[in-house]
């Protein structure tokens, strides 16, 4: 029956390659997105998710500190950003960044996921400063933090070569590096409605001098605007490309995007289908990345349950203050508890393990 099912999807040839763990090429990945049977697609992500994690579906708990809301950058997708002068905007200062910390010592954190805006007038030294203030505060925490695009803004303060700012940055406290900022992989797409930011071809250089410091990053792809199926794959292709050079990114996340309070807001949202379809799409693409993560705030916890069925084997974690995608009118909590997040992976038939950022194992529930 499972068989029949698969010949009906036409995919039974790339079904076969997915059973023996060959690579698949960039017609492969057109005719899944091509495919109208999740199912399918679903199984065969799956297979390969039980391949290379079992049944273990991993989480963290982690806390969001969003720095700063302003931004020069002026991408068209973003509901978070505000201008240097404009009503709401906000820079936390250092004492501010402490007592975020503070709020949360009652939870045993083990990252903090600081991300915001590219603020102009920053100072190098507030970057190095954030971070020597969460470790004086939680001097064993990891620090996930500065995508490339901060990264690059952050060299541009500083005045000196990349590697030079990274090896300031990992003295100060930095960790590892997050996947945002990336969106997609095109110069079209960048160039209608990210074109301030790092092109393609510096978000993949900066990625590789993160990964040549020794740092491990994620990576990300921001889905359902104006990208096409092709530019999705050439996406994939590039990051897998660049994975085998340097082997440093931990896991991938696609972004579910949110069009309210954009300057895209006609566009309608994501759909279940589609959520799905990336997440099963990217687990079969990205063969060497070990770990595919349904980011829950962003597609709802019930849809994160069903993803482990689609490739996904992490759902982020806790959070604890979300920012960036409520501002874009996500309706998800803002925040779950370990509690919870063990419930929500059982429910859905896995076995919860709690990591750490770089995906060592704390505790495993049953």
């Known amino acids: 029956m499972l068989r029949e099912t698969i ?27 091509a495919c109208s049977d999740l199912n399918t697609l679903g199984h065969m992500a799956n297979l390969v998710r039980e391949r290379m994690n079992g049944d273990k579906t991993f989480f963290v708990r982690n806390q969001h500190i969003n720095y700063t809301n302003v931004c020069n950058k002026g991408c068209k997708f973003c509901a978070f950003y505000v201008l240097p002068d404009q ?38 030294d507030y970057y190095l400063d954030i971070l020597r203030a969460v470790k004086e505060i939680r001097p064993g925490v990891r620090i996930k933090a500065y995508t490339m695009i901060e990264l690059a803004e ?20 930095l960790d590892s590096v997050p996947g945002g900022g990336v969106e997609v992989l095109s110069d079209r797409v960048h160039a209608e409605i990210f074109h301030l930011k790092l092109n393609p071809a510096g978000w993949l250089e900066m990625a590789r001098k993160v990964h040549e410091a020794g740092l491990k990053s994620n990576a990300t ?44 807001d006609q566009l309608p949202s994501t759909t279940g289908f589609g959520d799905l379809r990336e997440i099963a799409i990217a687990r079969l693409m990205l063969d060497n990345f070990p770990h595919i993560k349904s980011f829950w705030i962003m597609i709802s916890p019930p849809m994160s349950q069903v993803s482990l069925w689609y490739g996904a084997d992490d759902v982020d974690g806790t ?25 929500m992976i ?17 505790a495993r529930a049953s």
Request: aromatic share 6%; proline share 5%; charged share 30%.
């Open 87 to 124: 009503e709401g905007a906000y820079t936390l200062s250092i004492d501010q960044v402490k007592q975020r910390v503070r709020e949360w010592l009652h939870e045993p954190v083990s990252e903090i996921h600081m991300v915001a805006g590219i603020n102009p007038r920053l100072p190098y």
């Open 319 to 343: 959070i604890l203050r979300e920012e960036i995608t409520h501002a874009a009118g996500a309706t998800t909590p803002q925040a779950l508890t370990h509690a919870g997040l063990v419930e």
């Open 221 to 264: 792809l921001l889905y359902g605007h104006i990208e096409t199926a092709g530019e999705k794959i050439d996406h994939f292709l590039q990051l897998r490309e660049l994975q085998d050079e340097t082997n440093g990114f931990l896991a991938f996340i696609p972004l579910a995007f949110h069009p309210d309070n954009t300057e895209m």
């Open 7 to 33: 010949e009906a999807s036409g995919l039974a040839d790339i079904c076969d390659r997915v059973e023996t763990g060959e690579r698949l090429s960039r017609e492969d990945g057109l005719r899944l997105y």
């Open 154 to 173: 952050i060299q541009r303060v500083a005045k000196k070569p990349i590697e030079e700012v990274l090896a300031d940055l990992k003295e100060a406290g």
């Open 346 to 362: 059982q429910e859905a038939g896995r076995v919860p393990v709690e990591r750490d950022p770089l995906y060592r194992e704390i």
